[in-house]
């Protein structure tokens, strides 16, 4: 492979674009030897005559020297270019940031985020993943996102670094038509023989569903979705009720149907939304400034 460094190529070009040495060598400020000493091994290493010599006239490019010095200019101009997206990524000015999240977590705490963060770091690029808890971790482990925005469904405190983000209190969603909206808190007594619409579990820990047979109810379960937004229109229609972290946005569902979030009369237990990262990544500024800005929104 032909070896030459970028400041060869720099005092080569621009010894071509002044015409001769001399003169290239005021511009650069360098002397005249170290600009021919740098011809003389260029040309000695990779065979390639780039001037001819005109005792009378200086130097001239060759027609492979010509090709050559338009080749060197885009190289030089492409490194000028990844100098600086490095300063850009070392001073978190830009780059990307790999967020892996769950539905509700991405629209209550992970969009305001971004939304916010994007005002002082306009030149990231912010990439949210919303999956189930399982695919999540693996994403994690994998190197494929940075960080976990999630409830806290069981960490391997040996493999990863977590750190809690907020205690949600459990809320009960019913439709606004039903008699139980109308109470400020719904007393837990008041559900037993509820229907209770049910979202898959997302991982090992607790379900909101353990939460209610902990303290002593076991609810029919009609229904059963992986997607909030499915179960939570199944409760806009009437057909019971579910337990949340989040109200849907605008206490509205997905068909339209007025749906109401009311705590509970009784803690029965709180899920933790919690930031984790793979302890075998190093972190970046980068991403510490937009995991703060996540911490700002359930400050």
């Known amino acids: 492979m032909n070896g030459f460094t970028l400041r ?7 010894t071509a ?4 040495i001399a003169p290239a060598a005021r511009i650069l400020n360098v002397s005249p030897a170290a600009i021919s000493s740098a011809i003389d091994k260029f040309e000695e290493t990779t065979g390639l005559i780039l001037f001819d010599r005109f005792p009378a006239r200086g130097m001239r490019l ?15 101009t492409r490194a000028d270019a990844l100098g600086r997206r490095i300063s850009d990524l070392v001073e978190g000015t830009s780059g990307t940031i790999h967020i892996g999240t ?3 977590i991405a629209h209550k705490i992970v969009l305001p985020a971004v939304l916010a963060f994007r005002e002082s770091h306009p030149g990231v690029r912010i990439e949210v993943v919303e999956d189930d808890y399982p695919s999540l971790l693996t994403a994690l482990d994998a190197g494929d996102v940075d960080a976990l925005v999630v409830f806290d469904q069981g960490f391997d405190e040996a493999r990863h670094a977590v750190a809690p983000l907020a205690d949600l209190p459990t809320l009960v969603l019913l439709s606004a038509a ?3 909206a109308q109470d400020d808190r719904v007393p837990l007594e008041a559900l037993s023989g509820l229907p209770y619409i049910a979202v898959s579990r997302a991982g090992p ?4 569903l353990s939460l209610l047979q902990a303290a002593g109810l076991d609810p029919e379960v009609p229904f059963t979705s992986q997607s909030r937004e499915l179960v939570q229109a199944y409760v806009g229609k009437g057909l019971g009720y579910t337990l ?3 109200p849907p946005d605008r206490n509205l569902t997905i068909e339209g149907d ?5 705590p509970l009369d009784r803690d029965i237990g709180r899920f933790r939304v919690v930031i984790a990262q793979a302890r075998a990544v190093n972190g970046s500024a980068l991403l510490d400034a937009f995991l703060d800005a996540c911490r700002a929104q359930v400050a």
């Open 8 to 14: 060869q190529l720099a005092l080569l070009v621009e």
């Open 258 to 262: 007025a749906v109401v979030a009311r």
């Open 17 to 20: 674009r002044s015409g001769g």
């Open 178 to 180: 039903h008699p139980l």
């Open 62 to 76: 060759t027609r492979a020297g010509q090709d050559f010095i338009v080749e060197a200019e885009a190289l030089l």
């Open 205 to 208: 820990g607790p379900s909101y």
């Open 244 to 246: 949340v972290g989040f």
């Open 102 to 104: 769950h539905y509700g």
